[in-house]
């Protein structure tokens, strides 16, 4: 295993042709946020963890609801996401549940990897990818991306490591979106073809609806942005149907979309979260 960054190219090209393949809708990934919090505030955080409480995933649900997704889905890889995935004190059961599933071909985790060295063999052999998002700071010491890189190359485990010294500022004041722009804004993303999402027996095309639904307290009702997995019959073409929109998400006009302007990562203080959650009370 090497710890050469992979390359990446930003934005990501798009490709929005969604084949079927032995009845399943063929699409890129899936993924699943298993915890709201982190272990670190980073300003910009697309998943907004610095301003939402404590939350963990049912093990139990999520099983249930990838399964209803792979009766109609193909993703060529599951990632389980955060906040720091690691926090959750259910992981491996989570891990081993959604393997059992068979919903995709390679089941992959993303971390901030300050949790990495307490990982138990379980853990390791439970994954087939790993990907790790490297701060500027706090940084991963050499003692841990050494250890990081032993134990993934004993379990066979792929390495993405991804340097993240800037972050995408997707957050805008919905008063401000006039329905235009949010049309660009939904039609450009790239974010709504690569970062499909199942949480709470709804399928998403974007990570932001749930988690703006949980920072407005439910006061904006974001239930029209996804697809209930109600595991009948009709769902592969409702899901179609909703990956091949052309009309913007409620949770568009409060995000400038992946092909936004980049800010220099930064980590927020008390006092910086404590201002931003006040303005969402």
């Given at each position: 295993m090497s710890s050469v960054p992979k390359s990446h190219v930003f934005p990501p090209p798009l490709d929005r042709r969604y084949r079927l393949e032995d009845g399943r809708v063929r699409t890129r990934s899936l993924e699943a946020h298993i915890v709201d919090h982190c272990n670190l505030t980073c300003a910009e955080c697309c998943s907004l963890s610095p301003l939402l409480p404590?939350?963990?995933a049912d093990p139990q649900e999520l099983e249930r609801d990838v399964r209803r997704c792979a009766s109609v889905l193909s993703p060529a890889v599951f990632k389980l996401v955060g906040g720091e995935p690691l926090l959750h004190p259910g992981l491996l059961e989570i891990l081993q549940r959604v393997r059992r599933t068979a919903i995709a071909p390679v089941i992959s985790l993303t971390t901030n990897g300050l949790l990495l060295g307490e990982m138990?063999?379980?853990f390791w052999s439970a994954l087939d990818a790993l990907t790790i998002s490297r701060y500027p700071r706090p940084r991963l010491s050499a003692q841990l991306?050494?250890?990081?890189?032993?134990r993934a190359a004993q379990f066979h485990v792929r390495l993405n490591w991804k340097m993240?010294?800037?972050f995408v500022h997707m957050s805008r004041d919905p008063?401000?979106?006039?329905?235009d722009e949010t049309q660009r804004v939904f039609?450009?993303?790239?974010?709504?073809?690569?970062?499909h999402m199942v949480r709470g027996g709804v399928f998403?095309?974007?990570t932001r609806p749930p988690h703006l639904h949980t920072l407005h307290r439910?006061?904006?009702?974001?239930?029209?942005?996804?697809?209930r997995l109600h595991g009948g019959p009709g769902l592969r073409e409702e899901l179609l149907t909703y990956l091949q929109r052309d009309e913007p998400l409620q949770a568009c006009f409060h995000c400038r979309g992946g092909n936004a302007a980049m800010q220099p990562h930064r980590l927020l203080r008390r006092a910086q979260i404590e201002a931003q959650r006040a303005a969402y009370e």
């Open positions: 404590p939350w963990c138990p063999d379980a991306i050494a250890q990081i890189e032993s993240q010294d800037q008063s401000s979106a006039g329905i039609h450009d993303c790239w974010i709504r073809e690569r970062c998403y095309t974007c439910g006061r904006i009702n974001f239930s029209g942005d996804g697809v």
